[in-house]
């Protein structure tokens, strides 16, 4: 039987069984113990349950864009004692229509009361900025109430339109520069998969914001070109691996493509865990300082959309990028021809012990019957007969001279 230290790179002993190491073991040696290749029918049902629903979202309850996008009037104002209620209370009495928003922005001293509403004219701002004054007397920088305080944009709908225009070709230029490299550097499959990887993600990702409901500013769409350079990051680091492990595959029949694929996961796969994790805190860090002590809304947007690109962006170059690429290269003659190769290798090798096993039984019973001895008498084999001693002959001589006789 083989011990421990027979164990080969796919974490298999010489007896074909998968050696017993704990989960953390296995996690970080990368022996190939999980098996990620060898069910990815179960990933693409995942990945295509999560398409569905990003999908579906996207379509059912659509996008809150900003006021970037949409166009409109923001006013904003330091928060002192105000509360929503009591804004929304005077945007209405002033205007005679409620306002689209009224956010608190911030904690302590530095929070903000942020309102958003369609396009005002000069005398509406004007006269809300009166009316906000005179109810909440807000301080400005020289700790005085002043009318100052209180500051106002409006933003055409057509400059959210130009921001769109600029995003969509950023993206396709992208696309193109990365299939290309791809394509150069590695092939033509890995390229094709690593592109649907990319869709994948940014789908997704559309997708939750439009679950959840997350506001899409332009610090949204920057975030989302960003999280395009992580996901293609993470892919190639997987690709590259599988690469090397594949390289003159066709030349040994130890392993198939596919089990060569799983291997490469396996042994990236610590690698994509830390790096998400380096990724992860930082965007944390950013969505803690944005939201509780600078009040910076851009800054919140930008960090959610990469939090959410960075989870997406791991879970799809180990379970969907991998798998898919090896389903496409599966579809080659090259890498058929191979697996039957490997298949019939390992038959032959199966038959042949099967064979040994056999003409070893077949030893062991010739050998008792060669003996005489049936089951029945097991008395016999243990104790054999002995030929009897022969008798002392009473005429040998003992060396004495005999006495004389008279």
């Known amino acids: 039987m083989a011990d421990n230290n027979d164990v080969d790179t796919l974490g298999t002993t010489e007896t074909g069984q998968p050696p017993k190491h704990g989960f953390f073991v296995r996690l970080y040696t990368g022996t190939g113990a999980f098996e990620v290749i060898g069910k990815r029918k179960m990933w693409y049902l995942i990945s295509g349950a999560i398409m569905l629903i990003a999908i579906g979202a996207i379509v059912l309850r659509g996008f809150t864009f900003g006021i970037d996008f949409e166009g409109g009037t923001k006013v904003s104002m330091p928060r002192g004692d105000a509360d929503t209620t009591a804004v ?58 002043s009318p100052q305080a209180i500051s106002d944009s409006a933003v055409s709908e057509t400059w959210g339109g130009q921001i769109t225009e600029k995003a969509i070709i950023a993206l396709v230029v992208f696309l193109a520069l990365v299939a290309v490299y791809i394509t150069v550097r590695y092939e033509r499959y890995m390229a094709m998969a690593a592109l ?32 395009l350079g992580f996901s293609l990051y993470d892919t190639v680091i997987v690709f590259d ?44 860090a950013l969505m803690v300082i944005a939201v509780w002590l600078l009040g910076v809304g851009t800054l919140q947007d930008l960090a959610l959309v990469q939090l959410v690109g960075v989870v997406v962006g791991t879970y799809s170059s180990i379970y969907f990028a991998t798998p898919l690429l090896v389903t496409l290269r599966e579809r080659t003659e090259k890498v058929r021809v191979h697996t039957r190769r490997v298949m019939n290798r390992r038959a032959r090798s199966s038959a042949s012990s099967d064979a040994a096993e056999v003409s070893d039984a077949e030893v062991t019973d010739t050998e008792v019957g060669d003996a005489g001895v049936s089951d029945a008498e097991p008395a016999a084999v243990a104790a054999p007969s002995r030929p009897a001693r022969p008798a002392r002959s009473t005429g040998r001589p003992t060396g004495k001279r005999s006495p004389r006789r008279n």
């Open 88 to 145: 929304e209370t005077v945007f209405s009495d002033t205007l005679g229509e409620a306002p689209e928003s009224v956010v608190i922005v911030g904690n302590g001293p530095s929070a903000t009361v942020q309102i958003r509403s369609e396009t005002l004219d000069n005398d509406q701002t004007n006269a809300l900025r009166q009316a906000l004054f005179e109810r909440f007397q807000p301080v400005g920088e020289d700790g005085q109430p």
């Open 241 to 284: 691996k599988v690469e090397e492990n594949t390289h003159g595959f066709e030349h040994t029949t130890r392993r198939t493509f596919a089990e060569q694929a799983n291997l490469a996961i396996n042994q990236t796969f610590m690698r994509s865990l830390n790096t998400a994790l380096i990724s992860v805190l930082p965007i944390i």
């Open 196 to 227: 649907a990887t990319l869709v994948f993600d940014l789908v997704v990702t559309a997708g939750v914001y439009a679950l959840v409901g997350f506001e899409v500013t332009p610090a949204t769409v920057i975030g989302w070109l960003t999280i």
